[in-house]
């Protein structure tokens, strides 16, 4: 087995806590000279790391539960990001703390029935329970998961495997309920007076596409530095391509679903949650959101000669990741302000997240094999070819 | 993919090392004798039924759709409720034969054929009802929107319209991909016909067919494009068919989730319809070793997915419903599970989420037996999921006032019975005229057939 197995170089991660250290610098100074601003671009934060934590846990359970052997050679790059998981538990601190700024419901105002009426979900120490419950299942699986496929790299037991996919099937059901919670609890309650039954689908949706999109770039970048087997072709990457365009369009669907509904019932307690989203330049994201997410991406990943083609396909992850990033903005964003804003508040996101997902992968990275070289799918996974 | 258990090996799709010849004799013997005894029974048995129904639609067509049981507040009744029903049931063909194909599901090959056939038919008795529901027939042709000497055109912003179109592109673009897919195999039997009548119906229909190089370059093309073309298709359909009732401001029925929900739905709901069938054909036709127990439990675990996805959104409704705090919204749901229909409503629940959740055990999976009583009642659930949908968020209006009942009356019930004489019927002439199985297909996934190196077959 022709397994490359040299350190990622030190030009990376250097990059990564960098870019963690000056994102941290601009956190804490946000929160210094705007505390409400600096929860909600840290929510932000927040929640876009939780979108790679879980969404590379996600992947790395669909490999074992639909039994695909085409991703096995990348499948340590969703487990690596999953390893975000256990920084949630430390990362999720400071919102904790400004939960008062953060969540109207927490103070009403009085006379307000339907927040009284809503009481027994959104309250503070049951929104704790469920912020426990969530990142303790994630940390659970994550868990497992990684040292059965860590383990199996020395043993080349197939049970592990078995194990694994034992895990993904119970993993399947808890995933969709914490995540739909996450995005509850987190987003939605944003605007407590607002509900949408398609929520939770849609932060899923945006998820999967950003994590698939990380993988893609991570994946073609071990590529082009040699860290893969080299018999890693332009069909694996042509089936992330494909995955990643297929994801997008789901998310569109989704989303659009969402809009089509309010827009036709146009019943005002629905409304309102766009009609924020549509005036004082808002309007301006949200139709950016349409193009920059789905109608740009969509005409670009179509042909099939673009999905083996690695360096638009490169270009194209980052794109998609910036998507997801914009997403969560036009998500949580307009609860802060009525109009779109971005100063260097903001440059926190744009620095914090992609450094801390750098130096976690390089931790790993050079700690653990990069291909599962223990897992008896690897050889098939290998020989994969459309 | 399934595996041995070192996961190395992948399992074969096809039982046994089968000849070509052996799978040609197996899935052409039905079209080639003559019917079976039980076949008779059976074509009977569904033209009875079918009879009923016609002579039911005969009186709605002859006395008005006063007929049924549809009332006030209660205005969509079996007419709604049968035409999503095997709306949904025309779902799986097309996710079996475009979404797998594009997922690249070799095992789909053994049922993409007679399940892209089950779904022609079911979206075929699916149209009969909202035509049928329109109350006047016969002025159906105003549907379709064409300038007219009346200036009268049709409203381009109501999704009962959206559904005209979508079930009709639905219809005719499953028709093209199945047509074409049958196109090779239509060749193979035009070869073995002894009769000349035999021989020249299938030279037609072969479209004259070479089996060339050339031939199979194109029939890939096509087939690919359409499959990418069948699978928004497959989404639009059931998302239009859900806009129906999402779009409207009723409480049970304005909800976000309603689109997935109901793909995932029409995606279980034809999942099973394909089982019920297929386990009864394989067994008839001794195509055991064709469409295996790996098949039969490869579906059943979309059932149990797509089941459990169903009951994510029956969830969702709930809660949101309570957290909305919109005593209208709260009221419909409590209704649903706790007033005059609850029995349907715990039909529906027991029968899409509680019971597929046996398939969870490997044992239950791979047990025809119970999968059969399994699909049977996922049958049931799903189509009083639609009733219950219907008649529980109309049946108790803003105002007690104007709260009623809907009891369907025999012309109801007799349509809908005629409904699946219908169906049957057509699947069992299909079946006798058609191989079941797409043999062109097949004989690619028997062990050995692979155009790949000798080493590269055994590792996989």
Known sequence: ?386 | MAFDSTYTRELPLVDSRSSFAEIDDTVLAPTERKPSKKWFVAFLMANTALLIGAICVGYTLYYGIGMWGNNNPVGWGFDIINFVFWIGIGHAGTLISAILFLFRQKWRTAIARFAEAMTIFAVMTAGIFPILHTGRPWLAGYLLPYPNQNALWVNFTSPLLWDVFAVSTYLTISFVFWGIGLIPDIALMRARAVSGIKKSIYAILSLGWKGSNRDWQNYERVYLILAGLSTPLVLSVHTIVSFDFAVSVIPGWHTTIFPPYFVAGAIFSGFGMVSTCLIILRKVYDMENIITLNHIEKMNKILLATGTMVGYAYGMEFFIAWYSGNPFESFVFINRAFGPYAWAYWIMIACNVGFPQLFWFKKIRRNIGITFVLVLLVNVGMWFERFVIIVTSLHRDFLPASWGMYIPTMYDLGILLGSFGLFFTLLLLFVKVMPSVSLAEIKAVVPGAQPTHHHHSEEH
Not at chain 1, 121 to 139: E, G, K, Q, S, T
Not at chain 1, 143 to 168: A, H, V
């Open chain 1, 1 to 386: 087995m022709d397994t490359v197995n040299k350190p990622i170089s030190d030009k990376v991660s250097k990059l990564g806590y960098a870019l963690t250290g000056i994102g941290l610098l601009i956190i804490v100074a946000s929160f210094l000279t705007n505390k409400q601003r600096g929860a909600f671009d840290y929510l932000w934060i927040y929640m876009f790391l939780t979108s790679v934590g879980i969404g590379g846990l996600a992947l790395t359970a669909l490999e074992y539960l639909v039994g695909a052997t085409w991703s096995v050679p990348f499948r340590r790059v969703c487990e690596f990001l999953a390893g975000i998981i256990p920084l949630l538990i430390i990362l999720v601190v400071p919102l904790i703390f400004t939960m008062g700024d953060l969540f109207h419901w927490l103070h009403p105002e009085p006379g307000d029935e339907i927040l009284a009426a809503k009481k027994p979900y959104l309250n503070m120490n049951f929104f704790l329970i469920r912020v426990a419950f969530c990142i303790v299942v994630w940390f659970i699986f994550y868990f497992f998961f990684t040292r059965n496929s860590k383990k199996q790299d020395t043993t080349k037991e197939p049970g592990l495997t078995r194990t694994n996919i034992k895990l993904s099937v119970v993993f399947a059901p808890l995933f969709f309920i914490s995540m739909t919670m996450a995005a509850i609890d987190w987003m939605m309650s944003l605007e407590p007076h607002w509900y949408s039954t398609i929520y939770g689908v849609y932060y899923f949706a945006g998820t999967i596409v950003c994590t698939l999109a990380i993988v893609t770039f991570i994946s073609i970048h071990l590529k082009e530095n040699g860290y893969l087997n080299p018999r890693v072709s332009n069909d694996h990457f042509y089936s992330l391509g494909t995955l990643l365009f297929g994801f997008n369009i789901f998310w569109a669907y989704i989303a659009f679903s969402q809009f089509v509904l309010v827009w036709y019932a146009d019943i005002p307690e629905e409304t309102v949650w766009y009609m924020q989203r549509w005036h004082h330049g808002w309007q301006y994201v949200s139709l950016g959101l349409l193009f920059f997410h789905f109608v740009i991406p969509f005409l670009i990943l179509l042909p099939r000669s673009i999905k083996v083609n690695l360096k638009v396909l490169k270009v194209m992850s980052v794109w998609m990741v910036l998507a997801h990033m914009l997403d969560l903005y036009w998500l949580i964003m307009p609860t802060y302000s009525s109009s779109p804003v971005f100063g260097w508040q903001e440059l926190g996101m744009l620095l914090f997240a992609p450094g801390l997902i750098i130096v976690v992968f390089t931790m790993k990275a050079n700690k653990e094999n990069i291909t599962p070289v223990g897992d008896p799918k690897l050889e098939a996974g290998l020989n994969f070819t459309l």
